[in-house]
């Protein structure tokens, strides 16, 4: 079964809206961790949040984790022509050591 | 630091050679992790390090891939022969703790078998 769903798998909006993407996983998790990617270039860590933790911010960003329902939401406020790129979740589970396991991404792109 | 270094950033090369892929991980983190991605597949793990020691290879495709880590600043995946379906991004990653501080990825190098 695949760790780490995304949804949607795209997104456009307008400069100054708000994002929001959604992650499902399968199984318990120690954590889960949001990465960005721009085109053509590597994976930036974004946030990360414990499966003790329920809300965290970072900047424009926030991060949800709801453990019952094994999901979690990245919103990003306010958004920027520059934000515009692939979002990626990516889960630690309990039984998989320090390895991360990452879903499919959400397009987001950002319109001026 | 510079962050995490991949070498080639391109590589395009004929089907049946070897390729070496180069990474040089951030100074004093204990994890090295080999991704893959393409649009198919996504990102896969190929295979990750501790402290230099291969711990789980299970993602590597075949034996036509193998991977070393010599010392804790330098890591190689070598795929030998090299096929058409190897094309794809190779990601190098590399981590200080087990915890969970987040990955810190190279630029990849985009690999291209013809």
């Known amino acids: 079964s695949q760790q780490g769903e995304e949804d949607p798998q795209a997104l456009s909006i307008q400069e100054g809206e708000n994002a929001t993407m959604n992650c499902s996983y399968k199984?318990?998790?120690?954590?889960l961790q949001w990465y960005r990617q721009n085109s053509g270039r590597g994976l930036v860590h974004l946030i990360l949040?414990?499966?003790?933790?329920r809300e965290k911010h970072s900047g424009r960003l926030r991060v949800t984790l709801d453990t019952s329902k094994k999901s979690s939401s990245l919103l990003i406020t306010a958004s920027r022509a520059a934000d515009t790129a692939s979002y990626f979740c990516a889960t630690e589970r309990e039984t998989s050591g320090s390895r991360l396991t990452f879903g499919e991404g959400t397009q987001l792109t950002v319109n001026p | 630091d510079a962050g995490v270094i991949q070498s080639p950033r391109h590589e395009v090369t004929e089907m049946g050679q070897e390729v070496t892929l180069r990474c040089k991980p951030i100074s004093g983190h204990d994890y090295l992790f080999w991704y893959r991605q393409t649009m198919m597949r996504g990102l896969e793990l190929l295979i990750y390090?501790?402290?230099?020691?291969?711990?789980?290879d299970s993602g590597m495709p075949e034996d036509r891939f193998s991977a070393k880590m010599p010392n804790a600043s330098f890591s190689t995946l070598k795929i030998q022969p090299s096929e058409p379906r190897d094309s794809a991004v190779y990601f190098c990653a590399s981590s200080a703790d087990r915890v969970g501080y987040g990955y810190t990825f190279g630029s990849g190098t985009r690999l291209t078998v013809v």
């Open positions: 949040i414990r499966s003790n933790e």
């Open positions: 390090f501790n402290n230099n020691v291969p711990i789980d």
């Open positions: 199984t318990s998790i120690n954590n």
